[in-house]
């Protein structure tokens, strides 16, 4: 069984920056697939960055350049470094991983940008 455990979020001021984590645990040998996304009150979830096994990575374009997702597989951990926040980057973010077949969601992080 595999869990996701999310961490990082908080209350910041525009341009400040957060890094969120989110750990898996559990009888893992190896994670595929792993992403981050956002959902805003009365929103759609949608995708902010994604990165592969093999490290290759992808953004959605309203984070290009600010955001940075990065792995660690030797401790099956995801990071999300946000950079130059907005008050539009307000949501709650949650993180994803394909193992084998099934794809595990975190419980979600909260992330609130003031002007």
Do not use: H
């Not at 792995?71 to 949650?94: F, G, H, I, Q, W």
Request: aromatic share 10%; net charge positive; glycine share 12%.
């Amino acid at each position: 069984q595999v869990q996701l455990v999310e961490s990082g979020g908080g209350l910041v001021q525009a341009g400040g920056s957060l890094t969120l984590s989110c750990a898996a645990s559990g009888n893992i040998y190896r994670i595929d697939y792993m992403g981050w996304y956002r959902q805003a009150p009365g929103k759609q979830r949608e995708l902010v960055a994604t990165i592969a096994s093999g490290g290759s990575t992808n953004y959605a374009d309203s984070v290009k350049g600010r955001f940075t997702i990065s792995r660690d597989n030797a401790k099956n951990t995801v990071y999300l470094e946000m950079k130059s926040l907005k008050p539009e980057d307000t949501a709650d973010y949650y993180c994803k991983i394909r193992y084998l077949v099934l794809d595990i969601w975190g419980q979600g992080t909260q992330v609130t940008v003031s002007s």
